[in-house]
Structures are given as C-alpha cells and as structure tokens.
C-alpha cells in the first residue's frame, strides 16, 4: 500500500539545502554586526502565555484579533501562543530575571515568529525576524543608534536602495486627544469609508491611516495628523532623532501617517522599505516602547527596539548576487570498499582532526562515481585511498580546482599517510593566498 504524502504546513516553508548558503552568509554577518554594537544575545521560548501577547501587543491590533496560533494545552488547559513577535517575550524575560537592575541593557534574537496571515510572496505564517531592543534608554540617541546601525547593516549586506520612513506618535495624552478628531474626522466621512474602517473607527482608528486601499487615500490624507498634536517633549525627542539622522548623513522621510501595527508604541516609529519587492516592500519596522515594560509588571523603563524579515532580506540577497551559492568542502575522500574503506573513515576523522572540512564516501562506487560526487561537493581535493598506495601507507592526492586541478584533469601524486594533512594544510592555505 502507497501511503499519501504529507505536506508541510500552507505558508511555512522549508530550508532546504540549496538556499541554506545564503542563510548562513546572512545569519553570521548579523552576529558580528549585532556584537559591534555592543548587544547581546537573549533567546526566549517559542510558547508564551497567551496573556503575555494580549496584553503587551494589545486587544484591538490585526495580530491578537485574527493572526496568533493559539490553543489550549490539553494536557494542563494552559492558554499559549506561539510567539507572534519578539518584544513581548523579551520584556518579559527581562522583567522576570531583573535584567536592567543594574543599567540599561542592550539585547537581541534571531529566530521564527507565527503569524496566521494570507500567505503569498514575501509573506508567510511561519518567517524569521532578527530583533533587537535596548531596554531602559530613553533616547533619542538610541532610536539613532537602531536606525543608524540598520543603515549599517544594509550596506555591510549589499541590499539597496532600502528607503527609510520616520514618524513620532507622541505620548498617550498627545494621542488620545488625536484620536478623538480622528474619530469625529472619519465619522463625518463614514460614507467613504471601507468595511474594515468602519470597523476599526472606534477601536483603533490610527490604523485607517495605515489603509492598503486606494479608495480611501484621498479621506486619509485630509485627516488630523499626529503632528499637530504633539507636545514640546515629543516634539524635541523627535527633532533630536532628527538632527542626529542628518549629522550621520542618513536620508529619512517624515510620514505622519506611519502608525505601525502594534499597540505599545509611542515617540518614534519607523519603516524601511524596498521597491524590488512588490508589495510586501516593508523589511524593517520599529519604534520607541516605553510603557510596555511597565505594562508587563515591571518598573518604568523606556524602552525601543525593531526588527527586520529575514525571508524579504534573503529575497534580496539573492537578487544582488552578493553570496556565493556554491557549496563546498576542502576534500572529498574516495576510496575502493573493504580495507580501504575503514581506512578512508579513520583518515577522514583525522583531516577533520588537523583542522580540515572533509567528506567521506559513504556506501561503495565506481572511483569514477566517486570522483563526480567529489567534484559535486565543492571539494578543492580528493584524496583516493587506494589498494595498491595503502599497501605502501600512502595515498593518492589529486587537486581538482584552481590551476593544479583544472577541468578536473588535476595532478595526482602520492602522499604517505603520514604527512598527507599537512600537506593538504599547506596547499589549502597557500589557493587561499592566491585568491
Ligand atoms: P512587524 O513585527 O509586523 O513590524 O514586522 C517586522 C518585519 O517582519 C517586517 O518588516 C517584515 O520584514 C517581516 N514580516 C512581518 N510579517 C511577515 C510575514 N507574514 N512574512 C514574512 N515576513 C514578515
């Protein structure tokens, strides 16, 4: 009986083997990049409390209404959530261990959030965000601090133009008095507005300025802006996040109607965004926080942080070319079954042992098969262990790329095993001398 094939969850993708260079390209240059800064790691659990969620990202946001993956754990009816950002739990972990007791702190993670959104390019249930936060900053020398190591990152990454986009929300009693003449601004034009408006109008009618649909832009562009409601601090921590932008030469639009998806923010939001990628162009979006750390049971503690898609960014990698795709090894090692084999294993282990990438050959084969599978791995050498050579303890060397091993008709001499890996020592570091 052929049993049906089963199939990964609609919008949550594998990594598989061929995309896996690109991946690793861009997850090791964000830990150096990260560590420049000065932040450290922190990894929180997958599964939080539903609470956590609901109260940190707010009741009345797209992401808590209709996209979390949430379940009763049936084995102790605990509500949990698979985590739909990265904010909430770090907040949450810092508060239940006290991490800014002694100052302020600088942190960030890398790893897969769950969002139950209409998959299409760009845009998955399951994605990958790298998140930083500095935790106890109250800026705006800080939100310069993200924004300028973002610029950083792009240009360390090769991807561009990426476009940034700023906007200041001010503080709870600046917003609320906004939101009341927005509210009686979109009531008065309740005719144009679509069903998701209306719907939000008293929920949460800042995100009608975040409309995708063209049929309301004209109503959204006359509304209040946040601007005009903002009081003297607000306005100097925004100018100041301003003036720092313009003295580090970083180009920015001011777009009053950037509110973001999620509730905790207030101060600065902002955006970057690309046009190589259709609609789903936003790669990066973050902002200043400062009421959440106290909102999750902790002392008051002003707080910003972002982060960006690493699928979107990934799609930019592979456009720009900057990575090399080629998979490869420093040595493949063939050999003839039997004897030769286990040989072949121990030498293996003993590259591996001197410092070299190696990889055996598994299973038996023609030396011809063998060969192909070598060249195939990116191995700049094969070593052959032989019946003939192992019986003098040697082995046959053969250079299968750059000028020795061009066209895969590469010289072939006889190493004795003994001083077969420093050999391969001194000509794998004297190609990468050349290169
Ligand atoms: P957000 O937490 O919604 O501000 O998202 C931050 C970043 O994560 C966005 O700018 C995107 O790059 C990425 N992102 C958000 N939602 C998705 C998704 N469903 N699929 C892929 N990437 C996403």
Redesign the pocket.
Known sequence: MTRKKLAAVRGMNDLLPAEAPVWEWLEARVADWVRSYGYQLIRTPLLEHTELFVRGIGEVTDIVEKEMYSFEDRLNGENLTLRP?FTAGTVRAAVEHNLTYEGPRRVWSMGPVF?H?RPQR???RQ?H?VNVEALGFAGPDIDAEHIVMLARLWKILGVGPVRLEINCLGQADERARHRAELITYFESHRDALDEDAQRRLHTNPLRILDTKNPALAEVVAQAPKITGYLGDGSRAHFEGLQRLLEASGISFTVNPRLV??LDYYNLTVFEWITDALGAQG????GGRYDPLVERMGGRASPSCGY???M??VVELLKESATVDMTTSTDVYVAHQGGATAAQAFRVAEQLRDAGLDAVYHAGEGSLKSQMKKADASGAEYAVIVGEAELGNGAVALKALRGPAGAAGGGEQRIVPLERLADELVDALTRSEQQS
């Open positions: 950002e969002r959104e760009g845009r998955y994605f965000q973001r998806g936003t790669i990066c979006g982060a960006f898609g699928e979107r």
